[in-house]
């Protein structure tokens, strides 16, 4: 069973950056993708951006494309969201988590996800 343990939330000015990170243990065979939903008070939970494990290939909600970077680093079993340009929009709870694409792309639901504790991103002046 994977483990996410996240970390990087906190308050920013509009126009900031922030970085978060998702250290994950526990891993088992198979591939999967990685990345982080958000939640915003009184919207529905968003698929913002994923990973692959096989190859690498990345997802981006088009909200944030040009913004966000998620990127991996195989040898601290982590992974890393670069938010740059930051919106009040962006105001968020941010879940680290594990799952298929489709569900990142919100295209369909799944329980096989696995979810990390979640971390508050403010964007506010």
């Known amino acids: 069973q994977v483990q996410l343990v996240e970390s990087g939330g906190g308050l920013v000015q509009p126009g900031g950056s922030l970085r978060l990170s998702c250290a994950a243990s526990?891993?088992?065979?198979?591939?999967?993708?990685i990345g982080w939903f958000r939640q915003a008070p009184g919207k529905d939970r968003e698929g913002v951006s994923c990973i692959s494990t096989s190859d690498g290939s990345t997802y981006y909600t088009d909200s944030v494309k040009g913004r966000f970077t998620i990127s991996r680093d195989t040898a601290k079993n982590t992974i890393y969201l670069q938010m740059n340009s930051l919106k009040p929009e962006d105001t968020a709870v941010y879940y680290c988590a594990t799952g298929p694409r489709y569900a990142f792309m919100g295209l369909g639901t799944s329980d096989s996800i696995n979810w990390g504790q979640g971390t508050q991103v403010t964007v506010s002046s």
């Open positions: 526990g891993f088992t065979d198979g591939y999967y993708h």
